[in-house]
């Protein structure tokens, strides 16, 4: 069976709804329509930079080098980790296609060893990449109910993906990654490599040549924190790029802030690089290699 990469839920009214779950129904409906109406271009940039903020974890970056999916075939494991999300996102998530994609996540996840802590550090990039990014950059910030939706929707989210000890509110989540941040933010080789592998490719989606790579990272990498700079391997960007990038993000805020509310939802387009014909669910995501492979 071919999943098409055309939405299959074009408005908020059209999600599967969890029965006797209301705040759930209503987190559900709110992330949609931040993610695809109000905000969709900065919400898929918050969680592109996301990633990098997982690869700053020497445990989490290791992995994703030992197993290869990351350095061998990066272009793939990309568009696989974000149709996964996306399928949750667009059709809900107790939809049969958000069913079928749970299964698929964790059946990946199941063959790894993996600390509970580092499982809720990824998670929480979901939750307050988005959130401070749109602080920062988007025409307006989330309000303080559309933020706790948000964290509501993404802690239903990391349920779902069986990880203990899920956190009860935003605060107490936040107080767990400002100390993760501090204490698990160091330098390895692996940091480097998956890091480095995902910053081009999303430079080639822009059409940046490789020979433009090495500066558009430093571009890239202007508008983050000095702390997941140098775990990452990096050299912190100067002050003036610094002030250029971050200038550019606010110029675009300011030109959106005159700009009449988006109505209709904006789809962000994934998956076409490498499924141009659509895509399998349960063909997404990485498997156990055979001998030989």
Known sequence: MIDSLEPQVTTADGLSVPDGAPELAEAQRTVWRLAHIDFPW?????????????????????????????????????????LLIREVLRNGIDSDRARRSFARI??????????????????????????????RFGHRPMTETEQRLWFVY???????????????????FRAFVDEFERTRFVYAESNRLISERTIDLVLSDYFVPRILHRGGRQVALAITDRPLVEA?????PSAPLRVLALGGLGLRRAILKLLPKRRAPKWQEIGGRTYPEGYNIEELGTFPRTKGA
Not at 52 to 69: F, K, N, W
Not at 127 to 135: E, L, Q, R, T
Not at 232 to 236: A, K
């Open 106 to 135: 964790n059946a990946m996840h199941g063959r790894y060893r993996i600390a509970t802590d580092d499982y809720l550090y990824v998670l929480s990039t979901f939750v307050f990449s988005p959130i401070d990014w749109v602080g």
């Open 232 to 236: 990452l391997g990096f050299t912190y």
């Open 42 to 82: 900065d919400i898929n940039k918050a969680l592109e930079f996301a990633l990098l903020r997982t690869y700053a974890v020497p445990s989490i970056s290791g992995l994703l080098a030992r197993t290869g999916e990351f350095s061998e075939r990066v272009s793939k494991r990309y568009d696989d980790t974000a």
């Open 154 to 172: 993404w802690n239903e989210f990391g349920r779902r993906m069986g990880i203990d000890r899920l956190y009860p509110d935003i605060h107490s």
